[in-house]
């Protein structure tokens, strides 16, 4: 089971709007409503963001969206704030190994 | 309060073993599927394994299959993987995960396993 892919860095101002993809395949992302997304701070465990393509838990941030097309899944963060500065994971149920993650995204707040 | 610690890790040379545990709190520990991800120095996360609730059912990512063993003991309230013929990719902090509805809700704080001669 190859990794979800994402782009490896994102970049944004503060108060600005960034969306990081998602791309995996019609097995796992596009064949099914289970992709979530993690966000990481260094030296931390990963927290949930995301669930559901479009869930947020409660206690996450409503400036945290997701959304999914086809086989891709995307994450958008919207009103960038510095403290958002973290790696970024999406991971979808697949039909063969139970999960697959993405291959993470640093989002730098510039 | 749901927390997960893993304990365990440490350095171990190339081919042998070694065993981590995850203490389980502030939950119906019995009730939920339990996971193992980890990520390597630097790396991304990668799924490792996964056990249902009564642990009669488990599945590992393709690199590990035949060498690591994802057990439970929810009288015990700890999740366990065994980890054996380990290689220097194996190198990682690993991660115990709780599962509900196909999501990873609550992650431990890791623990650091080193393979290397």
């Known amino acids: 089971q190859s990794a979800l892919t994402q782009p490896a860095s994102v970049s944004g101002s503060p108060g600005q709007s960034i969306t990081i993809s998602c791309t995996g395949t019609?097995?796992?992302?596009?064949?099914?409503?289970?992709v979530s997304w993690y966000q990481q701070h260094p030296g931390k465990a990963p927290k949930l963001m995301i669930y559901d393509v479009s869930n947020r838990p409660s206690g996450v941030s409503s400036r945290f969206s997701g959304s999914k097309s086809g086989n891709t899944a995307s994450l958008t963060i919207s009103g960038l704030q510095a403290e958002d500065e973290a790696d970024y994971y999406c991971t979808s149920y697949t039909s063969s190994s139970p999960f697959v993650f993405g291959t993470g995204t640093k989002v730098t707040v510039l | 309060e749901v927390q997960l610690v893993e304990s365990g890790g440490g350095l171990v040379q190339p081919g042998g073993s070694l065993r981590l545990s995850c203490a389980a709190s502030?939950?119906?520990?019995?009730?939920?599927?339990m996971h193992w991800v980890r990520q390597g120095p630097g790396k991304g996360l990668v799924w490792v394994s996964r056990?249902?609730?009564?642990?009669?059912?488990?599945r590992y990512v393709d690199s590990v299959k035949g060498r690591f063993t994802i057990s439970r003991d929810n009288a015990k309230n700890t999740l366990y993987l065994q980890m054996n013929s380990l290689r220097a990719e194996d190198t990682a902090v690993y991660y115990c995960v709780r599962e509900v509805g196909l999501r990873f809700d609550y992650w431990g704080q890791g623990t650091l396993v080193t393979v290397s001669s």
């Open positions: 056990i249902n609730s009564d642990g009669s059912s488990t």
């Open positions: 019609s097995s796992d992302v596009g064949g099914y409503n289970y």
């Open positions: 502030g939950f119906t520990f019995s009730t939920y599927w």
